[in-house]
Each structure stands twice: as structure tokens, then as C-alpha cells.
């Protein structure tokens, strides 16, 4: 299997391999934290016991003992250090037990094109991939090509400079460009932007009429969209078509069109473009009734597009 396969199969199935991991508790030599929600507990000494919120300055607040920095420390050296503390002045051979229970130090974000955007624990070291994989998978219906990761970096004045990565989702996953793999800090946010979509409108008297996704990259013709609307009906009047387009100044072009010759190859096949409305109308009794309420909901959209 080449690089390329593992990446896709990584951010396809990886739910399935890491999703469980985020509930779980963080390793024993995890480094505490500003924002970490530390459960302390000493045997014996119920008053001891209990949950402290480390400090954005990185400071605990004990009883007996005050203020302690413990920012850096691993929950053994935490240990270690209150069991010196309290013995022999407090508690004579104290039993400490340090544990992590909310890591929010270690936490990053993952929003946009994926499966379950949110908040998630870092729990070892991750790259964007796995970070991918973890929120889900990409939602392959929505996912632009581009991942773009905000990122806060302390500067000599103790200020958080902020900066953005942006990653080419297609030559990471689709070429296979481990370099684009970066690895994911605490506190980033990373975000999948949905792609760019534009639409064209096929109204009237066709079997299914409403707002269709305009195709990017090949482009469509006037046939191809009426097929996309499911065809005529019998009592389209194709000859009377028309295409309604907006100049670049803001104008309204309304171009009459024969698609009855363009389906038989006598006209031309017009390309469209993004947000182009046909109109192809039916009986004199049906344009004024039925299929003007039923493609009203179209025509307002269009409008509203303008």
C-alpha cells in the first residue's frame, strides 16, 4: 500500500482506530498545565482531598501548603514534591496520588468539513491527519481542498502572537506529501472550510426544476443541465427558452433560446455559467398557475443571488 492509500485509508477509518482514545485518562508522565483540571488526593486526609483548577499563571492553591507552580510538572513529580511538602510538618508518610482529569492545557479545535467538529484532548503527539481522523473523517460532500490551522505563539513580551498554516488537503491526501503532515499544537484551532459552490437554476415546465450544482471544473451545457432537470414535459414550449444572466455591471440579460433546435443539434449548445436561470415555460394556463408557485421558491433564490 503507497503512502497516498494509508493517508486516505487513515482519515476514512481512523474513527474507528482512535475514537476512543480521546475519553481516556492522560498518561502518567503527561505534563501539567494552565487551564488542567488536577484531582488531588492524600490517604487518610479527607481535607486534603479534593479538585484544584491550575492557574493560567500555572498555580495551584493548597490548603496548609498555599501557593505551589506546578506548570511542567508530571503528575509523579507533583507527587513527589507535595509528599516532601507535607511530611514530617502536616502528614507523617503522606500518600499523594496526583491525576490529570480535564488535560484542557492539551486541548485543540477541529471545525468545518468534518464528521464531528469540536474540542479534543491531545493526549500524545498528533499530526493534522490523525487530528482528521480523530473529529471523524473528512465529510467528503462539503470538504473544500485546503485546511487551515490558527496557531498562538508566545513572544518575548509574553503576548500571544497569532498566525495561520494553510495545508493543501488535495496533494496531502491525493499525492501523498508527507511534509504537508504537520504536527498539531495545544490551542490550535483548525479549520476544514467547506468548498466553493456555485449553482444554476433550471425552472418551468421540466420534470424536477430548482438550483443545481454548478460543475467546477468541466463546466456544463444548456443540454446537459435540462437532462439534470429531468427533461421536458409534454407540454414544454422549448422553442420559447429563455436564459436570464447577469452582466459583470449588474444588468440583466434575458437571452430567447430554441431548445427544441438545440437538442437536435440545429443551434448551438451554449455553455452556462455560475448562476445562470433557464426558463423553459409550458402551457399559457400552467405558466400562470401551477408552475409559477411551484418554481417561486427558485426565482426568489435567484434573486436573492444577485
Same mark, same amino acid.
Given at each position: ?8 485509508? /487513515? ?8 475514537? &476512543? ?30 479538585? !484544584?483548577? !491550575?492557574? %493560567? ?6 490548603? &496548609? ?19 516532601? +511538602? ?12 496526583? /491525576?490529570?482529569? @480535564? $488535560? ?12 464531528? $467538529? ?14 482528521? =481522523?480523530?473529529?471523524?473523517? +473528512? ?18 513580551? =509574553?503576548?500571544? #502572537? ?6 493543501? +488537503? ?14 498539531? /499544537? ?7 472550510? @467547506?468548498?466553493?459552490?456555485? #449553482? ?14 454548478? $460543475? ?8 446537459? =443541465?435540462?437532462?439534470? %432537470? ?41 455553455? +452556462?455559467? $455560475? ?9 399559457? @394556463? ?21
Amino acid at each position: 500500500m503507497n503512502i497516498t492509500a494509508k493517508l486516505v485509508l /487513515m482519515v476514512l477509518i481512523g474513527p474507528c482506530l482512535f475514537g &476512543f482514545q480521546q475519553q481516556a485518562a492522560p498518561p502518567a508522565d503527561f505534563p501539567i498545565g494552565a487551564g488542567d483540571l488536577l484531582e488531588i488526593g492524600v490517604y487518610g486526609v479527607s481535607d486534603f482531598s479534593r479538585e !484544584v483548577r !491550575v492557574s %493560567a499563571s500555572g498555580i495551584i492553591r493548597l490548603p &496548609f501548603l498555599g501557593e505551589l507552580k506546578v506548570e511542567g510538572l508530571t503528575p509523579s513529580q507533583l507527587e513527589a514534591k507535595l509528599t516532601g +511538602l507535607l511530611h514530617p510538618n502536616f502528614v507523617v508518610d503522606p500518600q499523594v496520588s496526583v /491525576m490529570i482529569k @480535564e $488535560p484542557r492545557s492539551r486541548m485543540y479545535s477541529i471545525l468545518g468539513a468534518v464528521m464531528k $467538529p469540536g474540542q479534543y484532548q491531545m493526549l500524545e503527539n498528533i499530526t493534522l491527519v490523525r487530528a482528521i =481522523a480523530v473529529a471523524g473523517g +473528512l465529510n467528503l460532500a462539503r470538504v473544500g481542498d485546503t485546511a487551515l490551522i490558527q496557531r498562538s505563539q508566545a513572544t518575548d513580551a =509574553a503576548q500571544a #502572537a497569532s498566525y495561520q498554516i494553510e495545508v493543501n +488537503l488535495k496533494k496531502l491526501l491525493h499525492e501523498g506529501e508527507l511534509s504537508l503532515d504537520i504536527p498539531i /499544537m495545544p490551542a490550535d484551532v483548525i479549520s476544514i472550510p @467547506e468548498r466553493e459552490t456555485n #449553482a444554476f437554476f433550471v425552472i418551468g415546465d421540466v420534470t424536477r426544476p430548482g438550483p443545481f450544482e454548478f $460543475p467546477k471544473e468541466q463546466g456544463i451545457k444548456l443540454s446537459r =443541465a435540462l437532462a439534470m %432537470a429531468g427533461g421536458p414535459t409534454k407540454t414544454s414550449r422549448l422553442k420559447d427558452t429563455a436564459l436570464i444572466r447577469q452582466r459583470p455591471d449588474g444588468s440583466v440579460d434575458r437571452r430567447s433560446l430554441n431548445l427544441g433546435k438545440v437538442l437536435k443539434g440545429e443551434d448551438p449548445d451554449i455553455d +452556462l455559467q $455560475p448562476n445562470d436561470m433557464v426558463y423553459i415555460p409550458g402551457s399559457v @394556463e400552467k405558466s400562470l398557475g401551477w408552475t409559477t408557485l411551484q418554481n417561486l421558491p427558485y426565482m426568489l433564490t435567484w434573486l436573492l443571488l444577485r
